[in-house]
């Protein structure tokens, strides 16, 4: 349980899991505990999270770049082969369940057209499609920081980023030019599926005692 004048701990992980240099992230996440608490003690606890939140976007970017910085080649190299196997595991899983949801709706109502084989899919059948990706993307978010301990957000992210450029690559149905609001909304809905489930991890990872 959270205790009164304590920072909000999903944004203090958050902050934690970007993979900066322990020494640089603790100077900064101890100045934000001792504002959060002043600001805690004269406007009040709800006011103090809610700017604690703002601080914490503001400065994710500061501590992406200092964990960038002491990102060795053996660590990228890593992080690029995590990306890329979520990719392909997630990539066959859904060619799977589509595959299977085509075996088994013809099986019971004989040969149909699916929207993702429609050259012109409606609105409703975008829309479903969209709601695909946002799963498969959270499902990923989660996957990817899962399997990385020292930098789990970073891991997310960059699974997001590559996920929403494949998407963008290779949508549903990929035959008909698109409209221009799905393609958006492809990206919209990766992104924020990525962020859920990378969070979902965050808010129960632990910082590791040990670092090298």
Not at 99 to 108: D, I, P, S
Not at 117 to 124: F, R, S, V
Not at 187 to 194: H, I, K, N
Request: hydrophobic share 50%; with cysteine.
């Amino acid at each position: 349980m959270t205790t009164p004048h304590t920072p909000p701990r999903t944004a203090e992980r958050l902050l934690e899991a970007l993979g900066a240099e322990p020494e640089f992230r603790d100077a900064l996440l101890g100045d934000l505990a001792e504002d959060f608490a002043t600001r805690a003690v004269h406007d009040g606890e709800r006011a103090a999270r809610r700017w604690y939140w703002r601080e914490a976007l503001r400065v994710a970017p500061h501590l992406l770049r200092n964990g960038a910085r002491r990102l060795r080649a053996r660590d990228a190299a890593r992080l690029v082969g995590l990306v890329g196997a979520t990719c392909c595991l997630l990539g066959v899983g859904l060619w799977g369940v589509l595959a299977g949801v085509e075996v088994m709706v013809e099986g019971m109502t004989g040969p149909t057209t699916f929207p993702w084989h429609d050259p012109q899919p409606g609105t409703l059948a975008l829309g479903v499609m969209l709601l695909g990706y946002a799963a498969v993307a959270t499902a990923g978010g989660w996957t990817a920081s899962r399997c990385e301990e020292r930098a789990p957000a970073v891991a997310a992210l960059a699974f997001g980023i590559v996920w929403a450029v494949l998407a963008l690559a290779f949508p549903l149905p990929g035959r008909a030019a698109l409209p221009t609001w799905y393609l958006l909304g492809l990206v919209v809905a990766v992104l924020a599926g990525t962020v859920l489930g990378g969070l979902r991890r965050v808010a129960t990872w632990r910082l590791p005692q040990a670092r090298t």
